[in-house]
Every structure is written in C-alpha cells, then in structure tokens.
C-alpha cells in the first residue's frame, strides 16, 4: 500500500482528525504557498509589441478562468509593480482562482519536515492511503510527484500556460531542486469541488477545506514534543470504531540515541 503523508500542527491535527464525522485538508492556493518561486517560469519567446504581448497573455491567462478575465492593462501593470516575476505573479494568481493543491511527502520522519511544518516537532504526521487521494484526484494527472529541477519550466509562448488544458497539473507540480529534500507529492483540485469556510489566509486568500474520508488514514505519528492531551485526544478518536479510522493508535517517534534523525519507539501496552 502506498501512503502519502501530511506534516501539521497539533491544533490541526485535530481537524484532519475530527472526533466525529470526516476530516478535511486544507487546498491551498498556488499564490498562498510558501515558495516565491512558486508557478515560475522561463520565457523564451520575445514580441516587438509589448502591447501585443500584453494582450496574448491576457487573452492566454482569461483561458485558464473564464470567469476571471485578464485585461493588458492589468497586465502592463503586474510589468511595473513586480518586474522580472510578473508573468509569475499572474500566473499563480489566476491559477489561484481556479486550483488548490494538498502537499503530502513520501518520509512520515524526515527532521526538516517535522521541524518546518509540526512547529518545532511538537505536531502529528498523518498517513494517508493514496489509493483514497486518487479517488478524489479523479486520475494520476492530478495526483502527481513534484519534479524537481535547477530552473523553471521553459515556455515558447504565453499559450503554454493554459493549452492544452493538461499542462497547467504539470506547471503547478514544478519546484526548483533545492526543495527536492520533500519528496513532495501533490492533490491539485478545483476550487469548486472544495468547502469555503468563509475566511482568509494571511496572503488574502480564501480558505477552502477538501473532505478526505476517514478510511484514508492508516497511520499517524508523534514525537516526544508533542503536547500529552493531543495525544490522548487523537488516541481516543483512532481508537473508536464509528470513526472507521484504519490507524489503531498514533505511534511515538523518538530522537535516534546516535543520529540526527527519527526513529520509532519501542511499542509497549498503555498502562
């Protein structure tokens, strides 16, 4: 079986592992994640009419959410108020209004992850059984591991961005290889298939929640860091049988006696 795991806080943990009905995911988007570079790419295309590219990448970026339509001259403007990213900038922000991504790894104790994502290693890693993420992924193309690579994707024209309609889960599943150390594997999904919650990120952007079914989860992790009463929380809603959680208990992970790194406690009865 394969599993995808999700790095969280304890706080969140305890949504993504409710004490009834299903859990959620948040699906951020592509403008809200965390790497500047996020959605950039390389243009290798040049026009003898800025106003002539403006009005293709306008036309290319409307193409992706017809509903959001692009204008030159908002184009023109991204031009001076972010420089060489502006193409970057547009293109997460379009995107943005159509696609959220889940981010899993393929390493439930990897010290990096634990220490960027759990604050300080005092969360959870929940496993999740990616035969479940693909039936909500709908097909392997929006389920997909993140390629990693020493530049951004090359595009010969504005149009690369939107058609075909396939390369837009292959541009939002791009990272430069220094994060390569993720394993990074990607749920991309359209924000209409999601929960808005009403509320909005530190970045202004919605707050939409995907429903991952109880079944999913087949393991959860902890380690010493972690606070006691999430512990015994998470125990108890793993432990009930109406929740149809295939994790039985969340297992302790601890500091190696020798190494910088995690390993699993030994598993002994609760007293």
Known sequence: MDVFYKYTTHQRALTCIPEAGDGTLRATQPAALNDPFECAVTTKY???????????????????????????????????????????????????????VVSFAADPSHPLLWSHYTVDGSGFVIGYDAAELRKIAGSDEFLRPVVYQNQPPLIAGPIVLASPE???????????????????????????????????????QPIN???????????????????????????DRLADENNRYRADRPRKLIMAASAYSYEEAEDRPIR
Request: charged share 25%.
């Open 46 to 100: 040049v026009f003898d009419d800025r106003r002539d590219e403006n009005r293709q990448l306008a036309e290319t970026l409307t193409m992706i959410n017809s509903s959001k339509p692009v204008t030159a001259q908002e184009v023109a403007q991204a031009r001076e108020e972010h420089g060489s990213l502006f193409t970057r900038q547009l293109f997460a922000e379009q995107v943005s209004t159509r696609f959220g």
């Open 209 to 235: 929640l995907v429903p991952i079914p109880n079944e999913a989860v087949v393991s959860v992790h902890y380690t010493e860091r972690t606070p006691s009463a999430a512990v015994k929380a998470i125990r």
């Open 166 to 204: 396939s390369n837009l889960p292959i541009l939002l599943s791009q990272k430069s290889d220094q994060w390569s150390y993720e394993s990074e594997w990607r749920l991309i999904i359209e924000l209409n298939r999601t929960i808005g919650t009403g509320e909005t990120d530190q970045h202004g």
